[in-house]
């Protein structure tokens, strides 16, 4: 019972520290995947139907280094916050009614989402 307990719990903290990706799409024959370039997409698959940019302001901590004694505590930094731009590109790719939409999300130049829709809308 206990083998089965540890297995059961190994398995699922393996697959809950699985990291994100995205799952990648094929043009032809070539794969496109996450860490993949505007340029490197469009080189595999052509042009997008459909394509929107944005920039976004995100918040994000980061820790600083600085001096141990700080108001009579000891600490070496501090967690300083601030707002970065992030360039945000969707594509859309319609492959036709016999086939699902798919949607490509880049940040800052690098694919790091890819989803699915519903069926496509183009003739082919």
């Not at 995205?22 to 997008?48: H, Q």
């Not at 859309?92 to 829709?117: A, C, K, P």
């Amino acid at each position: 019972m206990r083998a089965r307990i540890a297995g059961l719990w190994t398995l699922l903290s393996l697959s809950l520290a699985a990291p994100a990706h995205a799952d990648g799409m094929y043009c032809g024959t070539k794969l496109v995947s996450d860490g993949d370039s505007p340029y490197e997409v469009r080189n595999i698959c052509g042009s997008p139907d459909q394509a929107i940019s944005r920039v976004e302001m995100r918040t994000v901590n980061q820790w600083v280094d600085g001096p141990c004694l700080y108001r009579g505590q000891l600490r070496c930094g501090q967690m300083v916050q601030y707002t970065i731009q992030v360039q945000v590109d969707e594509w859309l790719y319609d492959f036709g009614t016999h086939q699902l939409i798919r949607n490509l999300v880049f940040e800052n130049g690098r694919l790091i989402r890819l989803y699915t829709g519903g069926y496509g809308v183009k003739q082919t």
